[in-house]
Each structure stands twice: as C-alpha cells, then as structure tokens.
Nanobody
Framework: QVQLVESGGGLVQAGDSLKLSCAAS????????MAWFRQAPGKEREFVAA????????YYADSVNSRFTISVDSAKNTVYLQMNNLKPEDTAVYYC????????????????WGQGTQVTVSS
C-alpha cells in the first residue's frame, strides 16, 4: 500500500522560505511521477509542481515558477518542495501526490495522495 506523508508546513511571514517534505512508502519515488498541489479555502485544488520519475523533468505553475523548486531524494524516498519568497496568496493546504507514468499537471491523473500540510503566509 502506497502512503505519502507530508511535513514542514507552518506559519511564516511574506518573503520567508519553507521546505516541505513528502515521505513515501510502498512505492519508490524513482518509479513514479510525483507532484505537489495546493488547496486554499473555498478554492479548487490546484497544481503547483511535478517531477518525472528520472527526477530531471519538472513542471511548475506560473504562479510559483522561479520561487518554488521540486526535488527528489531517492535514497530517502522523499520529495521536497522548496518555497522561497512566500506570498500571502501561497496560503493553502499543500498535498503530495503520486502516479505511475509521465508527470502531469492534471490532478485527476494522480491516484495516491497525502493528508496535506498547512502553509500560512502572513503579510
């Protein structure tokens, strides 16, 4: 059974940085496409970043491009999301997701999800 556990969220001020972690079990991160999505109150869950199985192919949402970086540590079977220059509009619950096959921005293609970690950015 695949399990994804996120950690690293918290309350920060605008301009600060946070690094989220997603520890995987039951599936190696190098065998799956991994992604981060987020959901703000009253909004749809939206794509943030994705990385291919090889770890060298990445996608980013336009709103986070150049500020966020997704990475994989195969030895730790963990995916990270480094978030820099955080803005109040980045406030959301951040979810890690996994799928077999190619990376994707489409949340409906991901069949494994973590429970989420809250990120709150104050102005």
């Amino acid at each position: 059974q695949v399990q994804l556990v996120e950690s690293g969220g918290g309350l920060v001020q605008a301009g600060d940085s946070l690094k989220l972690s997603c520890a995987a079990s039951g599936r190696t991160v190098s065998s799956a496409a991994m992604a981060w999505f987020r959901q703000a109150p009253g909004k749809e869950r939206e794509f943030v970043a994705a990385v291919s199985r090889s770890g060298d192919g990445t996608y980013y949402a336009d709103s986070v491009n150049s500020r966020f970086t997704i990475s994989v540590d195969s030895a730790k079977n963990t995916v990270y999301l480094q978030m820099n220059n955080l803005k109040p509009e980045d406030t959301a619950v951040y979810y890690c997701a996994s799928k077999l096959g190619a990376r994707s921005k489409n949340k409906s293609e991901y069949n494994q999800w973590g429970q989420g970690t809250q990120v709150t950015v104050s102005s």
